[in-house]
């Protein structure tokens, strides 16, 4: 069902919460040091990824890591 996930280069991330802020569902969560991303609340509207000044985050197909088939 979903098949495209939100993702973040964390090389790139500058950790300067923009992204935090712009997001209209809290699916991201700045940590001291490392932006977190909730792929469950995500709707992938690109609301940060259009804010984000390095381009760190970026919509890719879902990677199944291991996880079962439903
Ligand atoms: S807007 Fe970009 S650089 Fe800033 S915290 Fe979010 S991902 Fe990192
Ligand atoms: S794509 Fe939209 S819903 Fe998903 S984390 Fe970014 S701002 Fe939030």
Do not use: W, Y
């Not at 991201?28 to 259009?50: G, H, T, V």
């Amino acid at each position: 069902m979903h098949g495209q996930v939100l993702k973040l280069d964390v090389k790139l991330c500058g950790g300067c919460g923009g992204c935090v802020a712009v997001c209209p569902v809290e699916a991201l969560e700045l940590f001291p040091s490392e932006l977190k991303i909730k792929n469950d609340l995500c709707n992938l509207c690109r609301n940060c990824m259009i804010f984000c000044p390095t381009g760190a985050l970026s919509v890719k197909a879902e990677e199944i890591e291991g996880s079962s088939p439903s």
